[in-house]
């Protein structure tokens, strides 16, 4: 008997609304279903992998370094591999290399959902930078200091109006391309093909409570910040600015530690088809005890897609300054964007599968790790 919650990839949705079976493959019996979100009662320890195969190696010293895969001993059979990722605890390397492999391997689907959404975003941006662009604030060389900061406080309120309709649509975006990609991954962890319309029929019931979860992590995190900034922002002064800086900072401390902690949320929604508190749950379930893992898979990853972003955009950020050779604050020709955004569209399309998949993979990951999902993954793939 398994109590771990349900993995419910593409094809296991029941049509009486209720949750599905742990796997894709025959139903389970009624005595094997669960009530509530419970840990497996075959649970291994943290970070070590129980294989299903007789004569499985002892499991791994504790202490190893994050990121690496358990040390097999040397004969040991190797650990069942049906699609893009081996049915073991996976090291940094790996979670990586599947999330390209998935989009070498799907890219007619993954580009499907990418391509139009990144047009989409970038189109967005270019009548935002086109037509609400704000000028930076000129000064004479006499203003005081209460007119400076004046200034930039309106320059600063004229951005964020300007970056808002940006960020509606990149919300948006990013809820629709997560909601996709979570299929897609789920699909290619069992080596199983998936077509957009399979993906969108077991997305598409999942997208208003995905979009809620987007928007509340953000706002919270604002809400967050603006408490423990307003303490000292309604001080003024000297020793206002002062507070309002320390307060700033602390937040910008706990709002890190709570994005990590709550980063496996989206794929627990989905897969699971959890609400949106038990998703958040789930994600700060798996995620305890391992948030430096978490942390760090996450921010090489965010590393890694900026440098290719960068490189990527260096011919299309030539060619536009030479097509267009002193664009400046809001007189920025249609050229100079239209390339620009050719170039965004070309990195976006790219990079979303890439930081969608590795939140995917983190989340099987933690799960093999910590409920030995491995076990259901493999009856799985042994179903087809």
């Known amino acids: 008997m398994n109590d771990s919650p349900g993995w419910n990839p593409p094809g296991?949705?029941?049509?009486?609304?209720?949750?599905?079976?742990?796997?894709?493959?025959?139903?389970?019996?009624?005595?094997?279903?669960?009530?509530?979100?419970?840990?497996?009662?075959?649970?291994?320890?943290?970070?070590?992998?129980?294989?299903?195969?007789?004569?499985?190696?002892?499991?791994?010293?504790?202490?190893r370094a994050w990121g690496t895969p358990p040390h097999r001993g040397h004969g040991a059979p190797p650990a069942p591999k049906p699609g893009v990722i081996p049915l073991r605890p996976l090291g940094v390397g790996e979670i990586l290399e599947a999330s390209v492999a998935i989009l070498r391997r799907y890219w007619r689907t993954v580009l499907a959902v990418t391509v139009p959404v990144a047009v989409v975003t970038q189109t967005a941006l270019v009548f935002v930078q086109r037509y609400l662009a704000t000028k930076p604030p000129t000064l004479h060389t006499d203003a005081t200091p209460a007119e400076q900061l004046e200034a930039l406080s309106a320059y600063l309120r004229a951005s964020l109006s300007e970056l808002a309709p940006t960020m509606l649509v990149s919300v948006g975006a990013s809820v629709f391309i997560s909601a996709l990609l979570t299929v897609v991954v789920s699909r290619a962890v069992l080596g199983r093909p998936v077509t957009l319309s399979e993906a969108w029929r077991e997305a598409s019931p999942r997208l208003p409570q995905l979009l809620l979860l987007s928007l509340a992590v953000p706002l919270g995190a604002g809400?967050?910040?603006?408490?423990?900034?307003?303490?000292?922002?309604?001080?003024?002064?000297?020793?206002?600015?002062?507070?309002a800086f320390l307060g700033g900072t602390a937040a910008f401390v706990a709002i890190i530690w709570l994005l990590i902690r709550f980063s496996l949320a989206s794929p627990a929604l989905m897969l699971e088809r959890q609400g949106i508190v038990p998703a958040l749950k789930r994600s700060a379930k798996l995620v305890n005890g391992v948030w430096w893992r978490v942390f760090g898979i996450t921010l090489l990853t965010q590393l890694l897609i900026m440098i290719f972003t960068m490189v990527l955009t260096i011919p299309f950020t030539a060619i536009a300054f030479t097509l267009d050779a002193a664009p400046s604050g809001s007189d920025l020709s249609w050229t100079y964007l239209i390339v620009m955004a050719v170039g965004g569209i070309a990195s976006s399309a790219l990079t979303y599968p890439v930081a969608a998949a590795v939140t995917v993979l983190l989340y099987v990951d933690q799960r093999i790790r910590r409920e030995a999902l491995d076990l259901e993954l493999i009856k799985a793939a042994q179903t087809d």
């Open 12 to 63: 296991s949705a029941p049509s009486d609304g209720q949750d599905g079976p742990a796997i894709p493959g025959p139903s389970a019996p009624p005595e094997q279903t669960a009530s509530a979100p419970q840990w497996s009662k075959e649970q291994p320890p943290a970070g070590q992998w129980t294989t299903p195969t007789p004569g499985r190696p002892r499991p791994p010293a504790p202490g």
């Open 223 to 243: 809400a967050l910040a603006f408490v423990a900034m307003l303490p000292g922002l309604l001080l003024g002064g000297a020793g206002g600015a002062t507070l």
